[in-house]
């Protein structure tokens, strides 16, 4: 197992009070897995991947235990965590293409970073060099600056530097957002093949775009303000959802070919719950259409099904076979969510999780699906 995460908890101190951006959070990623994390803005998915290699000034951690390849990582101690930096755990951060220094030339950058964790860049130069031709950019990139390079071009570079020193994990945030489509399924693929070729061990890849994840991904992990929902395989996910959360996530994204009068698109009614203030019981229920008075009490996130987590009352009783939840709408009274809501086929039907993988025809059955993901249709009403 490359990485377990127990209970982990971090909040960001703020005037108003401390933002529970991750609460209680349990999973684990196995070595070569490529993890994908989804949710809507402002779920913890940074927040999360971050806290595993760097906490920044308002960040604290307040529980749990992080460990990698069997050894616990400092996340408290930034002193400490300098030395697994770069060599045990790396990170794309979200919105790096855009933050490269502009006035350093990209040799120049990868020069700095590797300085700062105790390498000379002469001393990878020839693999560095290697790197950078297999993903097709040019020999003279690293003379070049980064407004030379094209969104796509700036995002390999990033993903080499990033990788140089084969860290054990990989925590990729949003490397696709800012891409056209087929820079997104070129930084996709180079994702899939650094792990294959050894480079990293295994990934944590957060985006909106469940569409790259169901190509790209062995499982993945669904956020809800600040709370895992629901981990599973990526064709499992993506077919048989158990979570209401995810039902109404895949039934947010967009068909190709269908036309606004054909299928309106559902969107999530209401907004997330305030993660300053947060209330008792699954933080679902105010949105929920199957929301009843048991949900008033926290579902714990459980294994229902052979490498298929959830945390949902609803999905736990489906799964037992224990029926009887229509939208009764004891705790709210959000309207129905649509098309996953209502097909989700019973548990332990003959293709049981794990049976599938990535790149299966199930799980690219949603990869036509257009790939602005969830942000637009989610975002409806959020703040
Ligand atoms: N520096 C900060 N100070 C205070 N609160 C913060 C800070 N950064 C994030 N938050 C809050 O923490 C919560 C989680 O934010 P985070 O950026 O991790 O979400 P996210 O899922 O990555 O969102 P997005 O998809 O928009 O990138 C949000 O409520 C956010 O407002
Ligand atoms: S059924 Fe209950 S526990 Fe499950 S997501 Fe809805 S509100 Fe939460
Ligand atoms: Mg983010």
Avoid at 6 to 12: D, G, H, T
Avoid at 54 to 68: I, K, N
Avoid at 339 to 367: F, I, K, M, W, Y
Wanted: glycine residues 10%; proline residues 6%; negative net charge.
């Amino acid at each position: 197992m490359s990485l377990s995460v127990r209970n982990l908890q971090i909040a960001y101190r703020t005037l108003r009070g401390d933002v529970q951006a991750v609460d209680d959070v349990t999973f684990e990623v196995a070595d070569k897995e490529i993890m994908g994390l989804a949710g809507e803005s402002g779920s913890g998915k940074s927040t999360l991947g971050n806290s595993l290699i760097f906490l920044e000034g308002r960040m604290r951690h307040v529980g749990g235990t992080v460990d990698l390849d069997g050894k616990a990582l400092p996340i408290s101690n930034y002193r400490a965590m300098n030395r697994h930096r770069m060599r045990d755990v790396s990170i794309i951060p979200q919105y790096a293409m855009s933050a490269l220094n502009p006035t350093k030339k990209i040799g120049s950058l990868a020069r700095d970073l590797l300085k700062a964790r105790g390498f000379h860049l002469a001393d990878v130069l020839p693999e560095f060099r290697r790197r950078i031709s297999l993903v097709g950019l040019p020999d003279n990139v690293l003379g070049m600056y980064p407004f030379e390079l094209s969104g796509g071009m700036r995002q390999r570079a990033t993903m080499v530097i990033s990788t140089l020193l084969n860290p054990s994990l990989l925590i990729a945030d949003e490397v696709t957002s800012a891409l056209d489509v087929s820079n997104q399924r070129a930084v996709g693929e180079l994702l899939t093949e650094f792990r294959d070729l050894g480079y990293v061990k295994s990934m944590i890849v957060i985006t909106h775009d469940l569409s790259i994840l169901a190509q790209i991904a062995d499982t993945i992990t669904i956020m809800y303000a600040g709370k895992l929902a629901e981990k599973a395989d990526a064709s499992t996910i993506v077919d048989k959802p158990l979570h209401p959360y995810t039902q109404a996530l895949l039934s947010s994204l967009p068909e190709v070919g269908l036309r606004y009068e054909d299928k309106e698109l559902t969107g999530i009614p209401g907004r997330p719950p305030s993660l300053l203030d947060v209330v008792s019981g699954c933080r679902f229920k105010d949105r929920c259409p199957f929301a009843r008075d048991r949900c008033r009490d926290e579902p714990p996130f459980v294994e229902l099904l052979p490498g298929h987590q959830v945390a949902c009352w609803k999905a736990s009783d489906e799964v037992k076979g224990l029926g009887g939840w229509a939208h009764e709408g004891a705790a709210g009274s959000a309207p129905s969510i649509g098309r996953a809501g209502g097909e989700v086929e019973h548990p332990g039907g003959a293709e049981g999780p794990g049976s599938e993988r990535p790149g299966d025809a199930n799980a690219t059955a949603l990869a036509p699906r257009v790939s602005e993901g969830l942000e637009a249709p989610v975002g409806k009403g959020q703040p």
